[in-house]
């Protein structure tokens, strides 16, 4: 007799409540093995792939793509014993749980047992079903429930995340589609050809989640995933925390000198040293001195909880939107290997592939706004911290130095505090520890 569980989304980070379904990487009618990646869904903070944790026949797909469901809604219902035979005698146990327990995913993809303030759903799915209280339910009908109709190509286009994102901006379906890549994976080069009309007209059609209005020559996208999320804590950080915000300048001039002598040198050989890793440094180092900027308010317990480590948190811009992966314990680091672990982390963002953990548990955060040419702004904290470091474009600028003007590489920094943990004197000080290590790298000796 067939038994049907079913899978729901779980909570895939901190407190997360849903998630955008990206890909489906089963149909009905496929044989998936216990921890098999069968969906890709967006979360708050991630493209995320979910392994099911059971083995079993996928008789029905409850969800589409591009709909948006709530944590611990079902996704898909699967016969767990499609040739009718008794469950494993090792397996008494389980058989007993009560249908709650038989619906928690794998470790570490499970929800948290708090109470969550959730939205109501914009779409529940129409054929999702209660999973029975009886390890054996009555049988459905004889043949597996249809899929929901599948979206303009009768299939689940398979593309990464900044794929999507492309064709999403450019007005491709990519249903429509044929991936070149290995398994049918559609690619950037597979989008922008379509865009440049070397692909099917079919393939120029507007996507589900976007909308453009040739009256009015306005395109609207809804507001989703990391966008979502970082108005969000944008907005209440700005509305929680009072933000101070103080500037500094700085001749930066031996600290590209020694840039470049350490780039020449054996050492690192390969690596890719850039002012974000001396500024990383400098950060780790003068925190040690004023542990304020490292420490957080906490409004519930009423207590100012002072870190003894430094979760490094980089804004790294990419396809998706902003997000900030962390550098963890980057205060234990050598200079050498915050270069190398922010190559990684940067190289991940971009790729869209950074995970909800390594997005969590900041203590401070550097943002570079001078990749983009900018000198310097006015950055938000991010909730959770107290403090975040601008770090602007380095420039060739008049500069006085022992009486004369000359020519010197300059930066300007902003650092924005929250003025409940952080006093001016305290902000005041860290700015200028980072400036002194930035403008004489040789200073860190002394600390």
């Known amino acids: 007799m067939p038994e049907y569980k079913q899978f729901p989304l779980s909570d895939t980070a901190e407190g997360l409540t849903e998630a955008d379904i990206l890909a489906w990487h089963v149909k009905p009618g496929d044989a998936v093995t216990v921890n098999q990646i069968v969906i890709e869904v967006e979360t708050a903070k991630a493209a995320v792939e979910l392994p099911i944790p059971w083995a079993g026949v996928i008789t029905e797909l409850l969800v589409e793509v591009g709909q948006t469901v709530e944590v611990g809604a079902p996704l898909l219902t699967l016969d767990v014993d ?106 950037r080069e597979d989008v922008e050809r379509a865009a440049n009309g070397s692909a099917p007209a079919a393939a120029v059609a507007s996507t589900v989640d976007t909308t453009y209005d040739a009256a009015t020559r306005e395109r609207r996208v809804p507001i989703k995933g990391v966008r979502k999320a970082t108005a969000a804590a944008m907005v209440q950080s700005a509305y929680t925390a009072p933000h101070v915000t103080e500037f500094l300048t700085v001749d930066v001039t031996p600290m590209m000198e020694l840039r470049e002598k350490l780039k020449s040198s054996r050492e690192f050989s390969g690596v890719k040293l850039t002012p974000l890793a001396f500024a990383a440094k400098a950060v780790c180092l003068a925190a040690k001195r004023t542990p304020d900027v490292n420490a957080v308010w906490d409004e519930a317990a009423q207590e100012i909880v002072y870190k ?18 962390k550098i963890f314990d980057a205060d234990a680091m050598s200079l050498k290997q915050l270069a190398v672990a922010l190559t990684e982390l940067t190289d991940v ?99």
């Open 82 to 187: 499609p040739d009718g035979k008794a469950a494993p005698a090792a397996a008494p146990a389980e058989a007993a749980a009560p249908a709650e327990e038989e619906m928690k995913p794998l470790v570490g993809y499970g929800s948290k047992a708090v109470e969550t303030k959730r939205r109501a759903r914009k779409a529940a799915p129409a054929a999702a079903v209660a999973v029975a209280a009886s390890p054996a339910p009555a049988p459905v009908a004889a043949a597996p429930a249809p899929a929901p109709a599948a979206p303009a190509g009768g299939y689940v286009p398979l593309a990464k995340p900044p794929v999507r994102k492309l064709a999403k901006d450019l007005g491709i379906d990519l249903h429509a589609l044929t991936g070149t890549a290995d398994g049918g994976v559609i690619t």
């Open 308 to 325: 003894d480590y430094v979760h490094l948190g980089i804004a790294a811009a990419t396809p998706r939107g902003l997000v900030v992966p």
């Open 349 to 447: 963002a971009r790729e869209g592939k950074t995970t909800p953990a390594a997005m969590a548990n900041g203590t401070f955060t550097i943002t570079n706004v001078g990749v983009f040419g900018v000198d310097t702004g006015t950055p938000i904290i991010n909730p959770g911290e107290s403090a975040i470091l601008a770090v602007g474009a380095i420039r060739d600028t008049p500069w006085v130095v022992d009486g004369e003007i000359k020519v010197r590489k300059v930066m300007q920094l902003s650092l924005s505090f929250d003025h409940r943990v952080v006093d001016g004197q305290q902000g005041s000080e860290f700015l200028a520890d980072v400036g002194a290590l930035l403008a004489d790298p040789a200073v860190a000796i002394t600390y």
